[in-house]
Each structure stands twice: as C-alpha cells, then as structure tokens.
C-alpha cells in the first residue's frame, strides 16, 4: 500500500510536467523539446522572485502565473507560430535552441548549483494515516495535477475556446474559413500551457531541488507520461504519469538503481505493444 500512495503521489507530479506537452500537442501537434527546461525556469524564476523581493513562495507564485501566460502567448505568436506546418522538423529545432539557451542562461545567472524553493515548512508536513506517512506537499501536488486536468477537461470540452481549439486541430483551414483566427487560437494554447509550466516549476522547486541540467530527464518524464497515456489526451496523460509513478516506486522498492530504468522499461514496452498509447484520443 505505501508504495502505491507513494507512487501516485509522484505520477502527480509527473502529470504536471506532462499536461502542458500534451496541450500544445493536442492542439498543434508541436512537440516542444524544451518543456522540461521551461520547468526549471519557472522553478528559479519563483525562488528569484521569492529571494530578491522577499515574497512568500505562494504569493511569488502567484505573481509568476500571468508572466507565464504572457510568455507563452508572445513567444507562440512571434516565434513558434512561424515553424509550424506539415514537417514537424522546424518546431523540434527552434524547441531545441530554447533548451540550449535556456539551459546555459541559468548557468550564467544561477551557477550549477542546485537551489530549492522555501516552502514555509511545507516539503516537512506529514500526515500520518495508520501505518503509512505521506507527505503534506506530494499530496497538495496529487490535489493540483487532478484540479488542472479536470480544468483542461472542461476547456476543451464545454467552453467556445475549447471547441477554437479542437476546431483548428482538426482542420486549421476550415477554421479559419469560418471566423476563427488559427494564430491566435494556438498563442493562448501555449499561454495556457505555459501556466501548467509554471505551476510544475514552482511545486518541482518546493518538493525537491533544481538545478539549470535538470531540463531534460524532466522532459523524459513528460514525454513518457504523455506516450503511456495517449497523444492529446488530457486523462489519458493523467494515468500514464500514475503508471509511470507507481513503476519507478516499485523499482525503486526492488533496488534503488532501478527506479528509473523500471519506468522506461514500461514505456518502451507500451511502444512495442500499444504504441497509440492508453487513450489516444480527447474526448
């Protein structure tokens, strides 16, 4: 029972990194490379924000959503819109320069040095349910990654701007035909991918260290819980980072060094054997 709360409690996590590469995915079909560098920018934007203007971590966060937002839209709007077409080729090169930039930038500002967000003693709560301890901050993590997905969930599914957003991934042509305006549409995608960005940066930063490296095994982790669920499933993303959760903590039970490989063995295994993944598809 411990290891499956346990590992529940980090495939929360792991769909929080997740949700944001299946939005712009589901809604582009762009696979952003740089979505686990974006991650720990969010992560030391909050500890620089919560450092130098000497704000609460949850007020610092706060301050950092609109930015997100902001960011997202320009940077979907003058710079991704631009890559995007039937050869996925330029999206995955101009993803990939952001990694690199992003990734020697912090070098630059931060040094190597792993930092942490100050979390007013949160990341030390715990809740004691019979035998098993669980941490108070892996649970407001579970709470939020479900919160986020149910919100996407409903976006998509009972709101125009989600039927904007299934109308311009289904036929950009024919959306643009009929009144929407398919630029736009994909910038506040990415804004509101960019939000889900910040929120992981900032619960990753509270829960453990970061560090400017950390970028892309966090990318990994993302990729594999989006490919375990299914691509542009919002749910299906949510159970793929459970199952990649609840595998790395019974490897990780079985022998330490394994953790990790355990997790990428079930992904490799569900390419082999369902390579559409669990839920394919957004409904």
């Known amino acids: 029972m411990d290891i499956v709360l346990q590992g529940v409690l980090l495939g929360g996590l792991y769909s929080l990194f997740a949700l944001g590469l299946s939005l712009m995915f589901g809604v582009m079909r762009l696979t952003n490379t740089a979505q686990g560098d974006f991650i720990v920018l969010g992560g030391f934007s909050a500890i620089a924000a919560a450092t130098h203007f000497a704000l609460h971590p949850s007020l610092a966060a706060l301050l950092l959503l609109p930015v997100a937002f902001g960011a997202g839209y320009v940077l979907q709007r003058w710079v991704l819109n631009g890559t995007l077409g039937r050869d996925p080729l330029p ?23 792993p930092r942490s967000l100050d979390s007013a ?67 506040l995608a990415t804004a509101i991918a960019f ?48 199952v990649l959760g609840l595998t790395q903590q019974i490897g990780f039970r079985i022998d330490p060094g394994w953790g990790l490989w355990a997790g990428h063995g079930v992904f490799l295994a569900l390419l082999v054997l369902r390579p559409q993944g669990l839920f394919p598809k957004t409904r």
């Open 195 to 242: 939000v889900l960005i910040a929120i992981a940066g900032v619960l990753q930063a509270m829960r453990t260290t970061v560090s400017p490296s950390d970028g892309p095994l966090l990318l990994l982790f993302a990729f594999e819980a989006v490919i375990i669920g299914g691509m542009g499933s919002f749910w299906g993303t949510f159970v793929g980072a459970m």
């Open 91 to 113: 999206s995955l090169v101009v993803t990939f320069g952001l990694s690199i930039v992003i990734q020697n930038a912090l070098l630059e500002m931060f040094s190597a040095d």
């Open 121 to 187: 003693g949160l990341n030390t709560q715990s809740l004691a349910i019979g035998p098993i301890t669980l941490g108070v901050l892996p649970v407001l993590i579970l709470a939020a990654a479900v919160a986020c997905t149910f919100a996407l969930q409903w976006l998509f599914s009972a709101t125009s701007l989600g039927r904007a957003f299934r109308a311009v991934s289904d036929d950009r042509e024919i959306a643009e035909l009929m009144g929407l305006r398919a630029n736009r549409v994909y910038a």
